[in-house]
């Protein structure tokens, strides 16, 4: 490796932009962030100005901003300007923490692996990438071994030093440690000088700015390579990107370190997998077997809305799978959303696959005649859908072409939008909370540019959907433009157990449609008029959602829900049958119930009712065998004693009915 001192100091040696001398001369004046103004030699640095301000702010400090601007803490002031000293406590520190421990990684790389080209290292969400051209796969050992250099440059604290120079240098000083990658961005630099940073032994390319030195930096863990390819382009040569996790702070890092070491272990797909609830096949690219366990979770979620839809006014459909495609070119599809959709020819007819509810839905409220007496009528359909999505992407439930929605559309007179989007806000709340989804964030979308209807009509959609949101006294954020063509709507968004943000339910102002489909119903004024359609999910897509939910409980499902809700665990082979009893009556009592009857331990079975995450064991040994009781084995809680099994049954009946997470003695005792 040619390193930078081979190379020659550069014969440019400045920073920040190109002044005249004459500027130097005078006195600037510079305003710090509390107001007050301090008088300089014009050319002072911003290091030397924190130095002035206080030994402690200096020390602290990694940049600064001059005029809103983060620059090196070197930089020099040159006029008179607002200026900041950014310390690891600012807005700004983080992103330039982590590219700037993003050189420290290539830093390291070179160190160890001389032959190694460097790409370029970004910030991003969490940490920071670095793209290299090794001669071999980085392994985990070499991960290992790269942080531990990295450590020890920290420890070397080396000065970070901003260069600029021609682009005929620069070049000159890449070519001569064989970056042909970094040749080939400056080459594609428009102008006809670049900075680049030096760290010691270490150079790259870069428009800065960065810490004042190495020794400012130490928070980070290396996480994982990936292939990614040069300019993500796929012509291009496959580069190894190491990625990292990077905060200012030692805390954040390890919070976020233990959140992605939760997120791996509620991964849907391991827990699918592990609990047996679903699988895919190659034959049906992307689409879900959900096995007998996932079946009964899927099948739980649709009884519990069929529930709530008998009780809010919603009457459900079932509707065909297949249409000619005359349907999908009146309601748009076929022009909008062809490349979603499947398609087949019958009889010399073109047919395509539904992708969604909708124009079925406009099909059948036209089989007869409405008064505003009828509405709003709500069709509740849990039709399977088929949409295209690119295949190979993963094998989980997020993103699937075969699914179907808790989904509904709503025809309803303009006037009462309002107060359809206020029972809507209700009914999503008690399905969010039901699932112990607590913070709920919503955001109302406003008419975008590109749409369709009169204006007065999105003025009115919109303010009733504004309006019912007040009424409701629900915090919500307005976006602007983000609206669907046909109407202002209302998306919901819950965050999971872990903090993680999921865009689940939907309210969409639909004036278009109703249109497009001549639907009609007869006002009080005795004349024809157009209902709204209000399109609207809470789950979304139930395969989705099951994912989600998978994540969210860690696999623990809330016992009314959970596929199996209670496994009796014969202590030996001689209650074996007193056990398969005990079951029998369980199940026809109404619970979903397992008996492990195998020849085993107790502490065994105990195990596998643990791995299968039972909400519940009922231990059944010789003392439970006369007595006709089980004894009772929490998820959670542990021993809850024991008791008989119409005591059990009680408690558990109750615990279904109110739709409790977990089976606890209070609901026991209620
Ligand atoms: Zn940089
Ligand atoms: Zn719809």
């Known amino acids: 490796m040619t390193s930078i001192h081979n190379a020659g100091k550069p014969a440019f040696f400045i920073f920040g932009e190109q002044e005249t001398m004459e500027a130097l001369a005078e006195t600037v004046t510079v305003t710090l962030p509390d107001g007050s103004t301090r008088k300089i030699p014009a050319g002072t640095s911003l290091r030397a100005v924190a130095e002035g301000i206080g030994p402690r702010l200096a020390k602290d400090a990694l940049a600064g901003k001059i005029d809103g601007k983060v620059v090196d803490l070197a930089a020099p002031v040159l006029r008179d300007a607002k200026i900041e000293i950014v310390t690891p406590k600012s807005p700004d520190a983080l992103e330039l923490y982590r590219h700037s421990t993003a050189h420290l990684t290539a830093n390291a790389v070179k160190r160890l692996f001389p032959t190694v080209q460097i790409g370029i290292g970004p910030a991003i969400e969490n940490g920071y990438y670095y793209d290299f051209n090794p001669e071999r796969p980085f392994t985990p050992e070499d991960l290992a071994a790269i ?22 240098e620069a070049i ?10 970094k040749v080939e961005i400056i080459r ?4 006809d000088r670049v900075s680049c940073y030096r760290q ?6 870069c428009r800065g700015p960065h810490v004042p030195s190495t020794g400012k930096l130490g928070v980070f863990k290396l996480t994982h390579t990936a ?14 990107r190491i990625y990292a996790a990077c905060f200012v702070s030692q805390k954040e890092l390890d919070e976020h370190l233990k959140r992605l070491e939760e997120a791996r272990a509620r991964d849907h797909r391991k827990l699918g997998k592990e609990l047996d609830l679903f699988s895919f096949h190659p034959l049906a690219p992307a689409s879900p077997f959900f096995h007998p366990k996932g079946a009964l979770l899927y099948n739980g979620l649709i009884a519990f809305l069929r529930e709530e839809y008998r009780r809010r006014g919603y009457e459900e459909v079932v509707t065909p799978q297949i249409f000619d495609a005359e349907l999908f070119k009146i309601s748009g599809h076929y022009a909008n959303y062809k490349e979603n959709m499947y398609f087949t020819e019958v009889e010399e007819r073109e047919f395509g696959v539904k992708p969604m509810n909708c124009p079925g839905h406009y099909l059948l409220y036209q089989t007869r005649l409405w008064s505003y007496r009828d509405l709003p009528v709500r069709f509740a359909d849990f039709g399977r859908l088929h949409r295209y999505e690119l295949s190979g992407v993963t094998a989980g439930l997020t993103r699937v072409r075969s699914f179907s929605q808790d989904d509904a559309h709503i025809f309803t007179p303009l006037e009462k939008v309002e107060s359809e989007i206020f029972a809507f806000l209700e009914f999503v709340d008690f399905v969010y909370g039901t699932f112990g989804f607590t913070e709920v964030e919503i955001s109302l979308g406003l008419r975008p540019e590109k749409r369709i209807g009169a204006d007065a009509l999105w003025d009115k959609g919109e303010a009733a959907l504004a309006a019912a949101l007040t009424k409701a006294g629900r915090p919500h954020v307005v976006t602007p433009g983000d609206g669907a063509f046909y109407g202002p709507k209302i998306d919901f968004r819950v965050r999971d157990a872990i903090g993680r943000p999921w865009q689940l339910g939907t309210i969409q102002c639909d004036f278009s449609q109703p249109e497009n489909f001549d639907l009609t119903y007869i006002g009080e004024d005795g004349g024809k008029h157009r209902p709204v359609v209000l399109h609207r999910a809470i789950l979304g897509s139930l395969e989705r959602f099951l994912g989600i939910l998978i994540e969210h409980t860690g696999g623990n499902f809330p016992f009314w829900i959970a596929p199996v809700q209670a496994v ?5 082979d001689r209650f074996a049958e007193k056990g398969r009893d005990v079951a029998a009556k369980l ?5 979903r119930v397992e008996c492990d009857d195998r020849n085993e331990k107790l502490g065994a079975k105990i195990r596998r009712a643990e791995m299968m995450k039972a909400p519940c064991m009922l231990v059944v040994g010789e003392k439970e065998a006369e007595a006709g009781t089980v004894a009772v084995r929490l998820r959670h809680g542990g021993d809850a004693g024991t008791m008989s099994l119409d005591a059990f049954l009680a408690a558990a009946g109750r615990a279904v009915a109110a739709r409790v997470q977990e089976l606890t003695t209070e609901v026991k005792d209620r």
């Open 587 to 591: 199940s026809a009592a109404g619970l």
């Open 227 to 240: 292939g990614a390819y040069w300019k993500g382009d796929e012509k291009n040569p496959m580069l190894q």
């Open 147 to 168: 942080e531990a250099e990295m450590k020890k440059i920290v420890a070397e604290d080396n000065p970070v030093e901003r260069l600029e120079m021609s682009k005929d």
């Open 568 to 572: 009796v665990l014969p202590v030996s």
């Open 200 to 205: 010691k032994d270490f150079i790259d390319l």
């Open 188 to 191: 594609g630099i428009p102008d």
């Open 172 to 181: 000159k000083i890449f070519e001569g440690q064989n970056d042909k990658l």
